[in-house]
């Protein structure tokens, strides 16, 4: 299991920026993937962007252009940063590693193929 700490996170208006990091308890070369899942209210689980292990990233096309995924080895850390951002960007952002299947819930590790995840945290995005 893999432990994760993330900071960030926050309340800004339509058009900011906001930075979440994700701190996991192993290598970021012992994880297959770590990234960034959201849950708004009455949403399922949604996959935003992960990096592999190798650093190849993917984004959702919801937010391509405006989140960028990151990673720094020394500090064995990854961010996301958010810019441009809008009104339905407003969820609860999870940072986790190791997932095959994206849960219908987030932070649902019930199932080894749902990886291990981060408490969450809460971004909105006012007018």
């Known amino acids: 299991n893999v432990q994760l700490v993330q900071s960030g996170g926050g309340s800004v208006q339509v058009g900011g920026s906001l930075r979440l990091s994700c701190a996991p308890s192993k290598s970021l070369f012992d994880l297959d993937n770590i990234g960034w899942y959201r849950q708004a209210p009455g949403h399922e689980c949604q996959k935003v962007s992960t990096i592999t292990s190798g650093g190849t990233t993917w984004s959702a096309d919801s937010v391509k252009g405006r989140f960028t995924i990151s990673r720094d080895i020394s500090e064995n850390t990854v961010t996301l940063q958010m810019n441009h951002l809008k009104l339905e960007d407003t969820a609860t952002y999870y940072c986790?590693?190791?997932?095959?299947?994206?849960?219908?819930?987030?932070?649902?590790?019930?199932?080894?193929?749902?990886?291990?995840w981060g408490p969450g945290t809460q971004v909105t995005v006012s007018p």
């Open positions: 986790a590693a190791n997932v095959q299947a994206t849960p219908d819930t987030c932070a649902n590790s019930g199932y080894s193929l749902f990886g291990s």
